[in-house]
C-alpha cells in the first residue's frame, strides 16, 4: 500500500480561500485557525497517509482532539484529496457531513469523532498501544490538542501512562494560544518532560521549525511538540 499523495493541485495559499467557503454558524475561527500551519505540515510532509490510503493498517493515525474548531482540518483533508472542496460550502448544515465537530462515520480521513475536551490524548495512547500489540510498528500516531485541553485531569492521566510505559510511536502536538485558565509551573512541555517525554517548543507558525520538530529522534519516549501562535483575541 502506497501513502503517497495523488497531486491534487492544492497548496498551502489555497487554505485561506477553503477555509473561507466554510460559512456556517458556530464556527470557533481562532481555535481552527490556531491550528492551520500544524496540520498543513503535518499532512503536507510528515504523515504517512493518503485518501486512497486511509484505511491501510500501517497508515499513520492523525487524531484531532481540538475538534470544536474542525475549519482548517476541514481544509486541509480537502486540499489533500480525502473529498471535494464543493463539500466546504454546506459547513454545519443539515444534510452536511461536515459537522462543527469532525463524525469518523461521515467525514473521510478522519479518525476520531472529537470536540469534547480532554478525549484525544487518552484515545491515541489506546491507538498506540493497540497498535503495538499488533505488531504494526511502522505506524504513527499523532493527536492535536489546545493548551485548555490540560485544564482536563483525563490529560496527566494519559501523559504519565504514556511516559511510563514508553510509548514511542505516540506524539502529541499542543497548540498552545494561551487559552488555559491554569499555568503550567515552567511551561507545558515540562509538564510532558516531567514524565519522560521527548519535547520541543517552536513558533506553531513556522513551517520548518515544525517539520524539524515533528521529525526530530525520540528513541524510546513519546514525543510532544509545543507550537506557540497567537494569543486568543
Do not use: C
Amino acid at each position: 500500500m502506497t501513502f503517497t499523495d495523488v497531486h491534487t493541485g492544492y497548496g498551502y495559499d489555497d487554505l485561506p480561500r477553503l477555509m473561507s467557503l466554510l460559512t456556517g454558524d458556530e464556527k470557533h475561527g481562532p481555535a481552527a485557525t490556531s491550528t492551520l500551519d500544524v496540520v498543513w505540515v503535518l499532512y503536507d510532509r510528515v504523515l504517512r497517509v493518503s485518501a486512497e490510503g486511509a484505511g491501510a493498517p500501517e497508515r499513520d493515525r492523525f487524531l484531532l482532539s481540538k475538534g470544536h474548531g474542525p475549519m482548517a482540518y476541514y481544509a486541509v483533508l480537502a486540499a489533500k484529496g480525502f473529498f471535494p472542496e464543493s463539500l466546504l460550502a454546506g459547513f454545519g448544515a443539515y444534510d452536511s457531513p461536515l459537522g462543527h465537530h469532525p463524525d469518523r462515520v461521515l467525514v473521510p480521513g478522519v479518525e476520531i469523532s472529537s470536540g469534547s475536551l480532554g478525549h484525544g490524548l487518552p484515545l491515541a495512547v489506546g491507538s498506540a498501544l493497540g497498535l503495538r500489540a499488533q505488531g504494526l510498528s511502522g505506524a504513527a500516531v499523532w493527536v492535536l490538542i489546545g493548551d485548555a485541553e490540560l485544564d482536563e485531569g483525563s490529560n496527566h492521566e494519559a501523559i504519565a501512562y504514556a511516559g511510563a510505559v514508553g510509548l514511542e510511536r505516540l506524539h502529541a502536538v499542543v497548540v498552545d494560544n494561551a487559552s488555559a485558565s491554569h499555568g503550567r509551573p515552567g511551561g507545558i512541555a515540562a509538564r510532558f518532560e516531567a514524565a519522560g517525554w521527548s519535547t520541543a517548543t517552536v513558533d506553531g507558525r513556522d513551517h520548518q521549525a515544525l517539520y524539524e520538530a515533528y521529525t526530530a529522534p525520540h528513541p524510546g519516549r513519546p514525543h510532544v511538540v509545543v507550537a506557540r501562535v497567537e494569543g486568543k483575541v
